[in-house]
């Protein structure tokens, strides 16, 4: 059996609220939270980024998979935030957490769906026996530039998966990916926002991707929406994810404890892993999870999970991704925002 | 220019490595050559417990330069229920919160930056509990 023997999840204490940045730019935050019903996103605290993200989620799931860290074989780590332009993250994970040196790692790039890769590559390694143990990462420090719409989403938080063959909690039994070139969003090299395509973003490149994915995920499985207990799709909203579960046949109870991102915001290659992460804290043995991740470019990566009977002996060994969301929450107002995200321009 | 002896200090500043006496057990962080109590030269390395409370703080309303634009901030000299004692910022607070006693849990944070050129200096900084 190969699947994920151990995760973890991390989210900032900060939050703004979509009314304090609609009001910074004189927008109605009604629309927002009634259209891409965003209610609140997390915002990392001056000290922190995809690294120290990393690293927090990776350590929780170190304490769920009780494995000596020596014993992982590969490390990736994926994020569209990398502290560096020029030197992997992983590199001072493995150190604060005590991996390697005889370890592999790399830094993967994909918009929203570098931690899905991450998870995919790690599984991958596992599965055809290169490596004992396998962790695979999504976290971010995502940027939106001021008075956009992205501004209201783009928010940090991470998780980790460490991938292997003994005491499986969630074992994988099915993948596909679906990839295509689809100019919805970018960011050139040394811009410090990116670019979208507004409205283009939606059908030709979020729907159709996770659509296709997921589609060929159940033929590939022969299991219907109705075999999973629980689904979770990328979120760059609140919208969206509840819109592509529904024409797919999912309903809103099986995607209730995965949508996190009205209160979360869109922590791009931690999206869908934060949400998985969130599932697995409440899991039962036997359940069946359905999962595809998007990012822009554009492609998207579809698992399912099949849920073990270890899942019980673990969850309570690290914080849940329910207590990161709803507790120890510190508010800010657009000021201090811009301060923390660095959109005001000082002299250095 | 921090990084060689910003490398240097990584096992400690990452992953707490502290060297214990092994004639008599006194904990030295950072570790040193010579224990501080009965001389002894033997040490072995173990990793400190990432909880405990904070003995005394101060608020830094004036921070150095690299810091000013973290103000007010507070650093404490913290206990860690393996009994050892560092300083260490105090994060992610309201600082009139802050009180001596509280109990707080070190987590991985950027401790500065080399400029805007430079390296991203990691390492422990305290979160209360
Ligand atoms: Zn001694």
Redo the contacts between chains.
């Keep these: 059996m190969i699947g994920i023997v151990g995760y973890g999840s991390y989210l900032p204490r900060y939050r703004i609220k979509s009314e304090t940045i609609a009001k910074q730019w004189g927008m109605d935050s009604g629309a927002i939270k009634r259209g891409l019903m965003l209610y609140e996103k997390t915002v990392p605290a001056q000290d922190e980024d995809t690294i120290t993200i990393s690293v927090e989620a990776a350590k929780n799931a170190l304490a769920r998979a009780q494995i000596d860290p020596q014993k992982i074989g590969a490390v990736y780590i994926g994020s569209e935030s990398h502290p560096y332009a020029v030197k992997p993250s992983a590199t001072v994970l493995i150190d604060a957490l005590g991996i390697g040196p005889h370890v592999h790692v790399a830094s993967y790039e994909f918009a929203c769906k570098a931690g899905t890769e991450a998870m995919y590559v790690a599984y991958s390694l596992v599965k055809a026996g290169e490596v004992e143990y396998a962790l695979g990462i999504g976290a971010d420090t995502s940027q939106g530039a001021p008075g956009d719409a992205l501004e209201y989403s783009a928010s940090a938080g991470g998780a980790a998966f460490i991938m292997g063959k003994e005491k499986v909690i969630a074992e994988i039994l099915f993948t596909h990916s679906f990839t295509s070139d689809t100019p919805d969003f970018w960011r050139r090299e040394h811009e410090y926002y990116p670019r979208h395509a507004g409205r283009f973003t939606g059908e030709p490149a979020y729907f159709k991707h996770i659509t296709n994915a997921a589609k060929s995920l159940l033929e590939k499985s022969r299991m219907i929406p109705k075999d999973f207990q629980h689904a979770v799709f990328h979120m760059p909203n609140g919208k969206f994810p509840q819109e592509v579960g529904k024409k797919l046949g999912f309903s809103k109870e099986q995607m209730e404890v995965g949508w996190i991102s009205p209160w979360m915001g869109n922590t791009y290659s931690g999206s869908s892993p934060t949400g998985l992460a969130a599932i697995l804290d409440v899991a039962k043995p036997g359940d069946k999870i359905f999962m595809v991740s998007f990012g822009s470019g554009a492609g998207s990566d579809g698992f399912i999970f099949s849920v073990t009977d270890e899942i019980k002996y673990v969850q309570n060994l690290a914080p849940k991704l329910r207590d990161y969301l709803d507790d120890n929450k510190i508010y800010l107002d657009y000021g201090q925002y811009a301060k923390f995200r660095k959109k005001i321009i000082v002299n250095e | 220019m921090i990084s060689p002896k910003y490398h240097r200090e ?2 400690q500043r ?2 707490l490595e502290a060297g214990k006496c092994k004639q008599c057990g006194t904990i030295s962080f950072p570790p040193r050559l010579i224990c501080p109590k009965c001389k002894s030269k033997n040490f072995e390395t173990v990793q400190l417990s990432r909880e405990g409370k904070i003995l005394t703080f101060t608020i830094i309303r004036v921070g150095p330069d690299k810091f000013s ?2 103000t007010p901030y507070v650093v404490a000299i913290i206990e860690l229920n393996d009994g050892a004692r560092l300083t260490a910022q105090v ?2 607070c ?1 600082v009139n919160k802050v009180e001596i006693g509280t109990k707080v849990k070190l ?5 500065q930056d080399e ?2 050129w430079g390296l ?1 200096c ?1 390492g422990y ?1 305290a ?1 209360l509990i």
């Excluded at chain 2, 987590?107 to 401790?111: D, S």
């Design positions: 990584i096992p990452y992953r634009k973290e994060t992610d309201d987590v991985f944070r950027k401790i400029g805007k991203h990691y900084k979160i």
